[in-house]
C-alpha cells in the first residue's frame, strides 16, 4: 500500500474500507492480488449494472480500437455517438413513446446535473432549486447545492445559494409532504417564492435507499405543471435497469422535463453522462456548457452493446425483477430474525438493511470484507447497509453474498449486545 499512500490524497475514501489491491475482475467476482475472490455488492457504486468486462461488450470493444476508430472527438459526428443514437432512440426512447432531445455532457453524473439546473434557470429565468431531504446529486458546487448531506457541503467553504430543500416522500411519517411544499408555493411569505425547478430522485440511494410512491411522484409532477417549474428527475445511479425498468420512474406514468443519466449508462464502467430534455427547453447556444470530453466515443460502442443485449425485449428486465423479488425475500428473512432492530428499504435491486447506527452498519461491512464481501453503507448516517450488486450476478452467487452478509448482521448485533451488557 505504499505507493497509495504517499502519492495519493487524503480524499481516497472507498479504499479505506476495502484495503487490498484488486487485479482482475469478471461480473460480479473481484480478485485481489494475492488471489482472493470478493462477492461484489458494491457495482462499482451503480455503475456495473452489467457486471465487470461483460463478455458480450469486450469485444465490440476490441475491435473498435483495433479498427483506429475515433477515441477523442469532443461533440463531433462519429459512428460510434451515430450507432448509439440510433440505439437509444430504437430500444429505449421510441418503444416507451419518449420525445427527448440528447445532451452529452462532461463524462460524469455531477456535470449532468450541473447542466440540468442551468437549463432550468435559463429557461425560466428564476434562480431557485427545489432539492429534498437526503438527496444527493454530486459534489460540484451546482450539484453539491443541491445535495442535502452537509458534509458534502462542508467542504466548499462559501455560502450556496439558490436552493430550498422541501422534505421528501416518508420524511414526515404519514404526512404527505407535497401538502406542504404547495402550502409554501402559495404563501407569499413562506420564504420560498416562485422556484425555477425541482430536482428529485426516484430511489435516494446516498441518502439511505427512500422510496418514492408513485403517489406522491405523480403530485409531484402535478404540482410542477401547474407553478411552471421545471421537473429534473436524478436517474444517475437508479437509471439503466437498476429498479427494474429502464428508468426508475416507469411505473409511476409521469413524463420528467429532463432525465440525468450516467454510471451504468456507459455499459463497461466506461464514463458517459448525458442529459435528456424535452425539445422545448433546449435554448442552448451552441457551446454554451461545453467540456473537452463531451462523448466517450469507447463508451458509446459499449453503451450501445449493453442496449442491443440488454434492452431489445423486456427478459432482461423480468430477470431484473425476479431477483430484486428474491432479494427483497431475504433481506426481510434477514429483518424477521432480529426484531425491531433493523428495517429494509429500497426496491429492484438497489434495497438494504437499516440499522439504528451508523456504527452497527459500518460494524457489519466490515466483518463482510472479512467474509470476501464487498458491501457498503448509506444515508444520512451511514446506517444502511445497500445491497447494489450487479443486475447481471447469477442467483447462486447473490445468495452466497447474502448468506455471507445475513451471518455479519447476527454476528454485529449480537456483539453490539454483549457491549452494552
Same mark, same amino acid.
Not at 439503466?240 to 409521469?254: A, K, M, N
Given at each position: 500500500?505504499?505507493? /497509495?499512500?504517499?502519492?495519493?490524497?487524503?480524499?481516497?475514501?472507498?479504499?479505506?474500507?476495502?484495503?487490498?489491491? /484488486?487485479?482482475?475482475?469478471?461480473?460480479?467476482?473481484?480478485?485481489?492480488?494475492?488471489?482472493?475472490?470478493?462477492? =461484489?455488492?458494491?457495482?462499482?457504486?451503480?455503475?456495473?449494472?452489467?457486471?465487470?468486462?461483460?463478455?458480450?461488450? *469486450?469485444?465490440?470493444?476490441?475491435?473498435?480500437?483495433?479498427? =483506429?476508430?475515433?477515441?477523442?472527438?469532443?461533440?463531433?459526428?462519429?459512428?460510434?455517438?451515430?450507432?448509439?443514437?440510433?440505439?437509444?432512440?430504437?430500444?429505449?426512447?421510441?418503444?416507451?413513446?419518449?420525445? &427527448?432531445?440528447?445532451?452529452?455532457?462532461?463524462?460524469?453524473?455531477?456535470?449532468?446535473?450541473?447542466?440540468?439546473?442551468?437549463?432550468?434557470?435559463?429557461?425560466?429565468?428564476?434562480?431557485?432549486?427545489?432539492? /429534498?431531504?437526503?438527496?444527493?446529486?454530486?459534489?460540484?458546487?451546482?450539484?453539491?447545492?443541491?445535495?442535502?448531506?452537509? *458534509?458534502?457541503?462542508?467542504?466548499?467553504?462559501?455560502?450556496?445559494?439558490?436552493?430550498?430543500?422541501?422534505?421528501?416522500?416518508? &420524511?414526515?411519517? =404519514?404526512?404527505?409532504?407535497?401538502?406542504?411544499?404547495? *402550502?409554501?408555493?402559495?404563501?407569499?411569505?413562506?420564504?420560498?417564492?416562485?422556484?425555477?425547478?425541482?430536482?428529485?430522485?426516484?430511489?435516494?440511494?446516498?441518502?439511505?435507499?427512500?422510496?418514492?410512491?408513485?403517489?406522491?411522484?405523480?403530485?409531484?409532477?402535478?404540482?410542477?405543471?401547474?407553478? =411552471?417549474?421545471?421537473?429534473?428527475?436524478?436517474?444517475?445511479?437508479?437509471?439503466?435497469?437498476?429498479?427494474?425498468?429502464?428508468?426508475?420512474? %416507469?411505473?409511476?406514468?409521469?413524463?420528467?422535463?429532463?432525465?440525468?443519466?450516467? *454510471?451504468?449508462?456507459?455499459?463497461?464502467?466506461?464514463?458517459?453522462?448525458?442529459?435528456?430534455?424535452?425539445?422545448?427547453?433546449?435554448?442552448? !447556444?451552441?457551446?454554451?456548457?461545453?467540456?473537452?470530453?463531451?462523448?466517450?466515443?469507447?463508451?458509446?460502442?459499449?453503451?450501445?452493446?449493453?442496449?442491443?443485449? &440488454?434492452?431489445?425485449?423486456?427478459? /432482461?428486465? !423480468?430477470?431484473?425483477?425476479?431477483?430484486?423479488?428474491?432479494?427483497?425475500?431475504?433481506?426481510?428473512?434477514?429483518?424477521?430474525?432480529?426484531?425491531?432492530?433493523?428495517?429494509?428499504?429500497?426496491?429492484?435491486?438497489?434495497?438494504?438493511?437499516?440499522? !439504528?447506527?451508523?456504527?452497527?452498519? %459500518?460494524?457489519?461491512? $466490515?466483518?463482510?470484507?472479512?467474509?470476501?464481501?464487498?458491501? $457498503?453503507?448509506?444515508?444520512?448516517?451511514?446506517?444502511?447497509? !445497500?445491497?447494489?450488486?450487479?443486475?447481471?450476478?447469477?442467483?447462486?452467487?447473490?445468495?452466497?453474498?447474502?448468506?455471507?452478509?445475513?451471518?455479519?448482521?447476527?454476528?454485529?448485533?449480537?456483539?453490539?449486545?454483549?457491549?452494552?451488557?
Amino acid at each position: 500500500m505504499e505507493i /497509495f499512500n504517499q502519492l495519493e490524497s487524503n480524499v481516497r475514501g472507498y479504499c479505506r474500507s476495502f484495503p487490498v489491491v /484488486f487485479t482482475k475482475a469478471q461480473n460480479a467476482l473481484l480478485t485481489d492480488s494475492d488471489g482472493n475472490e470478493y462477492i =461484489d455488492f458494491l457495482g462499482g457504486a451503480g455503475t456495473l449494472n452489467y457486471g465487470h468486462n461483460n463478455p458480450k461488450f *469486450k469485444q465490440a470493444l476490441i475491435d473498435y480500437i483495433n479498427s =483506429d476508430g475515433m477515441t477523442h472527438g469532443l461533440d463531433m459526428y462519429t459512428n460510434a455517438k451515430q450507432a448509439f443514437l440510433e440505439s437509444f432512440q430504437n430500444r429505449i426512447l421510441a418503444p416507451r413513446n419518449m420525445h &427527448y432531445r440528447m445532451q452529452f455532457t462532461g463524462p460524469t453524473g455531477t456535470n449532468a446535473v450541473e447542466a440540468a439546473l442551468k437549463l432550468a434557470r435559463k429557461n425560466t429565468g428564476r434562480h431557485t432549486i427545489v432539492s /429534498f431531504t437526503n438527496g444527493f446529486h454530486g459534489v460540484t458546487q451546482g450539484s453539491v447545492a443541491v445535495t442535502a448531506n452537509q *458534509k458534502y457541503k462542508d467542504s466548499v467553504g462559501m455560502p450556496l445559494p439558490g436552493v430550498q430543500f422541501m422534505p421528501y416522500d416518508g &420524511y414526515l411519517g =404519514d404526512f404527505n409532504t407535497l401538502e406542504y411544499f404547495e *402550502k409554501a408555493l402559495q404563501d407569499k411569505s413562506s420564504g420560498l417564492g416562485h422556484p425555477a425547478g425541482v430536482i428529485v430522485e426516484c430511489i435516494q440511494g446516498e441518502g439511505g435507499l427512500n422510496v418514492a410512491s408513485k403517489e406522491w411522484m405523480q403530485g409531484l409532477q402535478d404540482i410542477c405543471r401547474r407553478y =411552471d417549474m421545471v421537473l429534473i428527475v436524478d436517474d444517475i445511479q437508479a437509471g439503466c435497469g437498476r429498479s427494474g425498468t429502464f428508468f426508475s420512474f %416507469e411505473e409511476f406514468g409521469i413524463e420528467p422535463d429532463i432525465i440525468t443519466l450516467s *454510471k451504468s449508462l456507459g455499459g463497461y464502467g466506461l464514463p458517459m453522462a448525458v442529459v435528456l430534455l424535452k425539445e422545448e427547453l433546449d435554448s442552448w !447556444k451552441p457551446g454554451e456548457h461545453n467540456g473537452t470530453f463531451r462523448g466517450n466515443n469507447h463508451a458509446f460502442i459499449t453503451a450501445r452493446q449493453a442496449l442491443e443485449h &440488454y434492452w431489445a425485449d423486456d427478459s /432482461f428486465a !423480468k430477470d431484473v425483477q425476479k431477483k430484486a423479488a428474491h432479494l427483497k425475500a431475504r433481506l426481510k428473512e434477514i429483518q424477521a430474525k432480529h426484531g425491531g432492530q433493523l428495517k429494509h428499504k429500497g426496491r429492484g435491486i438497489m434495497q438494504g438493511l437499516e440499522f !439504528k447506527s451508523g456504527e452497527l452498519a %459500518e460494524a457489519v461491512t $466490515e466483518l463482510a470484507f472479512k467474509r470476501n464481501l464487498v458491501i $457498503e453503507t448509506s444515508g444520512s448516517e451511514g446506517q444502511v447497509v !445497500k445491497v447494489l450488486t450487479p443486475l447481471t450476478i447469477e442467483t447462486e452467487q447473490l445468495d452466497r453474498g447474502l448468506d455471507i452478509l445475513a451471518s455479519c448482521v447476527a454476528d454485529a448485533l449480537s456483539e453490539n449486545v454483549s457491549k452494552a451488557s
